[in-house]
């Protein structure tokens, strides 16, 4: 591929590309040359362990977060809808308006001293916020900024995320080791969850926020163990230049940018649904919606059992993506997120609560094996010295509308309902995800083989 970006056309990339496969084979004989399929050497890697358990114990942390956050709020006195978006909002708008600049942090500096930054900020955020819900009275504003620091901190964590990986592991490993941290991911959502209701329900949304923090802290403290790795880092140049070079490297690939303009309205109509609307319904119309024994269910808790159910339908998707392997991964993945149509829909019509718990299921076995095709793709695809920075891209494109979900949700809420609001939410995920699936680049990419299987598989559509 030949890129050029302005002033002058100058080149930029290729050197960058041509030595990609030269890059993913010194990686590999680093880590001993392992060859696909064998677990066991990757569970033996102590450095993609420490990855695993901080990965697994900061998402706890992020699924906790905003259960406590939103039901927090709603019991503060006189906590009402709007609040919750004003403090989603300031959340997700620095990790939004800095995603790019993570990128090029992560590109420039070791990615291990990027996560444990990151990592650490967060804990230190959330802490904030559950310390003022629990000695009160808590400020919008105060609340407001507390959250944006999360969200600083949230703009670096990802890209250097994603770079780590191929940093600690093998290509030959790499879908298999994403397939692991979506385990850990899924098993930390399902059990997060459903403390998190507990510790809301038992002490109060402030601190289960002092919970989160921990977590978070937790796991900064297991990344000061994490390996230091230069080789993949890119060098002596501009920021705004790796900037550029990203960007080029992003827009060059029909496939990426159509399944992150794709991620960036799913994102935004599930930030209105599972942000704001969906606590909302949970308060109001889901209390006693399911007996256990002769016991309702408060409405928190059906709301966490709903959010139980994708984490549950997460995992067996994460054992599905660890033998499973699509020769068109971005198009399957395209298709079983198509299953995230009925949740929102089937809240809007009043469908029984056990109806809406199985749909989250299948919600969360498509989105999981989607995860791990699409990211094991872009690690395969992109050359490691641009992998942050593209990554940053998708963070960037993907969240960009999230503070618009978190903001307009309350508005439409009281203009059409919550119900209808549900719907449109649920119309809006169809539409956008039946374009992303007549995309030609997403419809035509396949996979690359692993070293030594075989010829290369081109892409028969025009862009890739």
């Not at 927090?72 to 978006?85: D, F, N, T």
């Not at 050359?383 to 960009?400: C, E, I, K, N």
Request: hydrophobic share 55%; glycine share 12%; charged share 10%.
């Amino acid at each position: 591929m030949n890129s050029t970006a302005g002033n002058g056309g100058e080149q930029l990339g290729d050197e960058q590309l041509d030595d990609a496969p030269a890059q993913d084979t010194a990686r590999d004989a680093a880590h001993g040359g392992e060859q696909p399929g064998d677990d066991a050497s990757l569970l033996s890697n102590r450095p993609f362990l420490l990855l695993l358990a901080a990965r697994t114990l900061s998402m706890m942390g992020f699924v906790f977060a905003p259960v406590a956050l939103a039901f927090g709020i709603l019991a503060m006195p006189g906590g009402e809808a709007w609040m919750i978006s004003a403090v989603l909002g300031a959340q997700l708008t620095p990790e939004v308006l800095l995603a790019l600049f993570g990128g090029v942090i992560a590109d420039r500096y070791p990615r291990a001293y990027v996560m444990r930054a990151g990592l650490a900020v967060s804990g230190i955020g959330w802490l904030t916020l559950g310390g003022m819900m629990v000695l009160g009275p808590a400020s919008v504003w105060a609340m407001c900024l507390a959250a944006a620091l999360t969200g600083l901190a949230a703009a670096v964590v990802y890209p250097a995320l994603t770079g780590i990986i191929p940093d600690l592991v093998p290509r030959t490993q790499l879908q298999q080791a994403n397939a692991w941290l979506g385990m850990g991911g899924s098993v930390a959502r399902l059990t997060g969850l459903v403390s998190a209701g507990a510790v809301v329900v038992a002490l109060g949304g402030g601190w289960a926020l002092v919970c989160a923090a921990g977590l978070y802290l937790i796991s900064a403290v297991l990344a000061l163990w994490l390996p230091i790795s230069r080789d993949s880092l890119a060098r002596g140049e501009r920021v705004l230049r790796q900037l550029v070079e990203g960007w080029v490297e992003f827009k060059s690939r029909q496939w990426l940018w159509v399944v992150v303009c794709e991620s960036g309205l799913l994102i935004m109509a599930f930030e209105a649904f599972q942000g704001v609307l969906g606590p909302l319904i949970a308060v109001e119309e889901l209390p006693g919606a399911i007996v256990l024994g002769t016991r309702p269910l408060a409405g928190e808790m059906v709301w966490t059992l709903i959010l139980a159910g994708e984490a549950l339908g997460a995992i067996v998707g994460v054992f599905i993506s660890l033998v499973w392997r699509p020769a068109r991964p971005i198009l399957v993945g395209a298709v079983l997120t198509l299953a995230a149509v009925a949740p929102p829909v089937l809240l809007g019509v009043g469908a029984h609560a056990w109806v809406v718990i199985g749909s989250a299921a299948l919600m969360g076995l498509g989105f999981e094996i989607f995860g791990v095709l699409y990211l094991t793709t872009l690690q395969n695809e992109i050359p490691p010295t641009l992998l942050s920075r593209v990554a940053a891209y998708d963070a960037f494109g993907s969240m960009v509308l999230a503070p618009v979900g978190a903001i307009v949700a309350a508005p439409l809420a009281t203009w059409l309902g919550v119900r209808p609001a549900m719907m449109w939410a649920g119309a809006l995920v169809l539409v956008v995800t039946v374009a992303a699936i007549c995309s030609p680049g997403v419809r035509h990419l396949r996979v690359r083989p692993l070293p030594g299987s075989g010829p290369a598989v081109t892409s028969p559509g025009p862009a890739s």
